[in-house]
């Protein structure tokens, strides 16, 4: 790997993943991946060598600067505070206030509960229906703050790091086979940003690690 080239390591479907991809593509950061596939070996996130990288073995986690952070959001905040070009959070302090709280209701009250982890808890089969309950749960509330909040994207006209959090979790609602017609400004904004480079380029299908099957 090139000396002092970032290092994402990334499981192609994590939408927590996804987020950073996104936020390395808008801020033209080159960086190198190292794949951790969350299913094969019982999950390679448990492994002696990665729980070194990241104690609570989850991604993503990035290399940057001579130091490994995890979590995606803290990740997202320390390349915007070093790398503050194109910004990911608005100027105006209400409306970064605004960008934290989608942020946070989608990074903390959705994603987490339908989460592989807590899927592997509840049993195979009431996954699906679960996953569904925390999703449609979320959106309910998400759904009601976009129609405040929302212009071109969730906060007005620029991309913000709660965009980078929206996508994902759509994506994930459409992978439950949620139903995403009471949410249409959440469906709008989303169909908006994904026509962009950095979501495309960040997309699972097109990822080093994305099965054959899924590439696109």
Known sequence: MQAGKPILYSYFRSSCSWR????????GIDYE???INLIKDGGQQFSKDFQ????MKQVPALKIDGITIHQSLAIIEYLEETRPTPRLLPQDPKKRASVRMISDLI??????LQNLSVLKQVGEEIQLTWAQNAITSGFNALEQILQSTAGIYCVGDEVTMADLCLVPQVANAERFKVDLTPYPTISSVNKRLLVLEAFQVSHPCRQPD????LRA
């Open 20 to 27: 950073v991809r996104i936020a390395l593509a808008l801020k």
């Open 33 to 35: 991946t190292v794949p």
């Open 52 to 55: 070194a990288l990241n104690p």
């Open 107 to 112: 990074a903390g009250g959705i994603q987490p």
């Open 210 to 213: 994305t099965p054959t099957e």
